[in-house]
């Protein structure tokens, strides 16, 4: 009698530690909704750089949210379907409205199509990640993640109101031109590096760790600064690769068929 009791005693806290580790990453979610929520509140207030840096701490909610859910095993539909949602508020319609507001208002009806085709996308990018997401999604994304094309807004609000300070002529334009390229970017069929398949190979990992402190040394620093080149630098990186592979496949090809002609005309 006394096993048996034991053994549903353990049952019952199993069952009770499970059901938290699924609440773990749900509240980690949930903080990322909240700051969404704090932008777009901050953003009606005029107060761009709160709305930017709770923007980008709604980016470190999110990749806890992953991060536990696998860690500890407890991913579930429920789970990205509340990510996804979340996901629209805080880097979808906050860096939106942030953008809208600081400086594409002035526009008229352009900027608000242009300020919707960047909700727009970005709600279209995560509908097809979810729909698509499987093993090959590990290595590479398709399209530059939302959390990314938000960061890059978030970022640039910062390095602005910091070191640039763009005036009233430049900054609708330049603006205007930066959200349509994120919005391509997102639903583009561009590959961009996850990180994910990172293997250290002998004494590589010491070369990675310094480089790692280097970069947080850095942006430690000159947050203001670095923030926008790492985001936009991480956006580049896609088309960028996207150009070498084709220029080496190009040349690769014309460099075969140039000994293939050279081989015809060496027969007698």
């Keep these: 009698m006394k ?12 069952k009770r530690h499970r059901a938290a580790m699924h609440v773990i990453p749900n509240l980690f979610t949930t903080g990322n909704l909240f700051c969404g929520v704090y932008a777009i509140l901050s953003v009606f207030n005029a107060n761009y750089l709160a709305a930017a840096i709770a923007i980008l701490v709604a980016m470190v909610f999110d990749v806890l949210d992953g991060k536990s859910a696998r860690l500890t095993n407890s991913t579930s539909h429920f789970g990205l379907e509340y990510d996804s949602l979340s996901d629209v508020v805080s880097f979808g319609v906050a860096p939106g409205l942030l953008l809208y507001s600081w400086a594409l208002s002035g526009q008229g009806t352009f900027g608000v199509a242009v300020m919707f085709a960047y909700v727009a996308m970005g709600a279209v ?7 698509t997401a499987s093993p090959s ?13 938000a960061g890059v807004v978030a ?13 009233s002529e430049i900054k609708p334009i330049f603006v205007l031109i930066i959200t349509l390229v994120l919005s391509f ?8 590096r996850s990180f994910k398949d990172l293997k250290f190979r002998g004494g590589q990992h010491i070369t990675f760790l310094v480089w790692g402190i280097l970069a947080l040394v850095l942006v430690a620093a000159w947050p203001q600064g670095m923030l926008f080149v790492i985001f936009t630098g ?35």
Excluded at 3 to 14: V, W
Excluded at 155 to 167: A, E, K, P
Aim: glycine residues 8%.
């Design 3 to 14: 096993t048996t009791g034991l053994r549903q005693s353990f049952a019952k806290g199993g």
């Design 125 to 131: 990018r995560l509908a097809r990640f979810n729909s």
């Design 137 to 149: 999604e590990g290595k590479y994304f398709t399209g530059l993640a939302i959390p990314a094309a």
């Design 155 to 167: 970022s640039m609000v910062i390095f602005d109101h910091h070191i640039v300070r763009m005036g």
């Design 185 to 192: 970017l997102m639903v583009s069929t561009i590959k961009y």
């Design 234 to 268: 991480y956006a580049l990186l896609g088309p960028v690769e996207r150009m070498l592979t084709m220029f080496v496949k190009v040349t690769a090809k014309h460099a075969q068929s140039k000994r293939e002609s050279s081989t015809v005309e060496v027969k007698p």
